[in-house]
């Protein structure tokens, strides 16, 4: 029973390293041409580029070889990053305050974000990998996923400087920017009203319950929003509360544009 169990057991590990290697010979033989492509950028020194796909696990298990790997180039990214969405938010939204572009950036740049961007690229079916980073599947890692990603712009800011780097933001990423500057949970709408109220006007704004409609279980609310007596937004939700920050939404809106 044991010596069977041995054997699967080394059957496993074989079947895995050759998987391991033909992945790898995939990676190297055939070269970043298409994953470059799908970038949108063409890298002069494509181990610039090697080098942000390379994971510790990988370069520590050819310690002879003394491969460079990503974790330097993560350190850039990070920086480099932090930069290019800062000048967006403070070009783009000139109305925000700063702890708004701070909320929006931190959303921006979390984990979750960046490699949600990174698998839209594919970046893990490019990374350099150890055997044991490959058998608990690294390439679907977010904390991975994310760091290369950082690496990569990081290793395009080297090749080809600030302005090829912030081309690569804009093309992949910085949509997800502008998404986040439009929902509800990145913004208190009420909050920024009583901000806006009372820079520019002096007084708090006033919330009224306009109507109500629909059985106690499914209640559709209308608010109504007031600076100096003036009528400024309506709002509809399931709740009071939600109506009142449609109605916030709807007041900002007006002000801006007026």
Not at 28 to 42: A, D, I, R
Not at 221 to 230: A, G, L, M, P
Request: a positive charge; hydrophobic letters at 35%.
């Amino acid at each position: 029973m044991r010596a069977s169990s041995s054997k699967n057991s080394t059957g496993l590990k074989s079947f895995i390293s050759r998987k391991f290697k033909k992945k790898l010979k995939d990676i190297l033989e055939h070269g970043y041409t298409e994953f470059e492509s799908s970038l949108g950028y063409k890298f002069k020194k494509k181990s610039l580029l090697k080098e942000a796909l390379t994971h510790k696990s990988y370069a520590h298990e050819r310690q002879k070889e003394c491969l460079s790997f990503n974790e330097r180039m993560e350190f850039l990214g990070d920086s480099v990053l932090e930069l290019i969405i800062s000048e967006y938010l403070f070009t783009s939204y000139p109305e925000y305050t700063e702890a708004d572009l701070s909320r929006i950036k931190a959303y921006t740049v979390q984990e979750a974000t960046l490699a949600e961007t990174a698998k839209s690229i594919n970046i893990g079916k490019y990374l350099l990998l150890g055997k044991g980073e490959e058998i608990t599947r690294g390439r679907e890692k977010d904390s991975l996923l994310a760091d290369a990603f950082e690496a990569l712009l990081a290793a395009i800011y080297l090749d080809g400087g600030y302005k090829k780097a912030r081309d690569f933001i804009y093309r992949h990423l910085i949509h997800r920017t502008d998404e986040l500057s439009t929902k509800n949970f990145v913004f208190d709408f009420k909050t920024k009203l009583q901000e806006v109220a009372q820079a520019q006007f002096g007084v708090l704004p006033t919330y009224v319950i306009h109507k109500e409609e629909g059985p106690e279980h499914e209640k559709t609310f209308e608010v109504k929003v007031f600076i100096n007596n003036d009528y400024l937004g309506l709002g509809k939700g399931k709740t009071k509360k939600a109506a009142a920050q449609k109605a916030a939404e709807a007041a900002l809106k007006k002000i801006k544009k007026d």
